[in-house]
C-alpha cells in the first residue's frame, strides 16, 4: 500500500526562526512529490519535484528530493507570520495520472 | 487566467438526501479529480476524470460518483447522505493526464445534519 509520512505534525515557532518539514514515501512506481500551502481551503501549490538532489527555491522556501532515500525536505527561512498553515506533501504515481496520495500534513504556527 | 471554481461554497444537508457539487477546471485543463478532506483522514481521493472519462477511482462506497462534460467541467454526486460525509471536497484541476502540477478549487463544505 502506497504510504505518504510527514513529520512533525505539528510545529510552533517564532518569527524569524528556520524550519524544515520532512516528507518520506513508500509508493511503487514513484513520478514526482508536490508540497502545498493549505491556509484556509484551497491547499495551493509549492513545488513538484522530480528529480533526485535539485533544489526547487521560491523566495524564502526551498525544497529537495532524495530519490534513493525516498524522503523530501521543506526549509522555510526567516519565518513570518503569514507562513501559518499546514503543509501538505504529496505523491504522484507514473501509473495513476493525476491521482495524489496525501501526507498528513504539517501544522505549522508561526508566532510574532 | 482563472482558477478553479467550485460550487457552491457551503451545503447543509439532512441524512438521507443527495447532493450535486460542481467544479470548473482552469481554462484548458482537462484533468479533474476529486478529493474528501476530513480532520481525522486529510485528503483522500475519490476520483479523476480526463476527457469525460474516469481514469481513477478511490476506495469510497457507490454513494460516490461524478461525472465531466465536454467542456471538462465536473460533478460528483453524494447519495443517500450519512452524517460521516460530513467534509469539505476539493476539487483539482491538471493540465493533462500525465501527472502535471495539480490547482485546487476553494472547496465545498458539506455539512451532513
Known amino acids: 500500500e502506497d504510504k505518504v509520512v510527514q513529520s512533525p505534525l505539528s510545529l510552533v515557532v517564532h518569527e524569524g526562526d528556520t524550519v524544515t518539514l520532512n516528507c518520506s514515501y513508500e509508493v511503487t512506481n514513484f513520478r514526482s512529490l508536490l508540497w502545498y500551502k493549505q491556509e484556509k481551503k484551497a491547499p495551493t501549490f509549492l513545488f513538484m519535484l522530480?528529480?533526485?538532489?535539485i533544489e526547487k527555491k521560491s523566495g524564502r522556501l526551498s525544497s529537495i528530493l532524495d530519490k534513493k532515500e525516498l524522503f523530501s525536505i521543506l526549509n522555510i527561512t526567516a519565518t513570518q507570520t503569514g507562513d501559518s498553515a499546514i503543509y501538505l506533501c504529496a505523491v504522484l504515481k507514473e501509473t495513476s495520472g493525476s491521482r495524489l496520495t496525501f501526507g498528513e500534513g504539517t501544522q505549522l504556527t508561526v508566532n510574532p | 487566467k482563472a482558477g478553479v471554481t467550485q460550487t457552491p461554497r457551503y451545503l447543509i444537508k439532512t441524512r438521507g438526501q443527495q447532493v450535486t457539487l460542481s467544479c470548473s477546471p482552469i481554462s484548458g485543463h482537462r484533468s479533474v479529480s476529486w478529493y474528501q478532506q476530513t480532520p481525522g483522514q486529510g485528503l483522500q481521493f475519490l476520483f479523476e476524470y480526463f476527457s469525460e472519462t474516469q481514469r481513477n477511482k478511490g476506495n469510497f462506497p457507490g454513494r460516490f460518483s461524478g461525472r465531466q462534460f465536454s467542456n471538462s467541467r465536473s460533478e460528483m454526486n453524494v447519495s443517500t447522505l450519512e452524517l460521516g460525509d460530513s467534509a469539505l471536497y476539493l476539487c483539482?484541476?491538471?493540465?493533462?493526464?500525465?501527472?502535471?502540477?495539480?490547482?485546487f478549487g476553494q472547496g465545498t463544505r458539506l455539512t451532513v445534519v
Open positions: 522530480t528529480s533526485s538532489g
Open positions: 483539482a484541476s491538471s493540465h493533462t493526464n500525465w501527472g502535471t502540477e495539480a490547482f
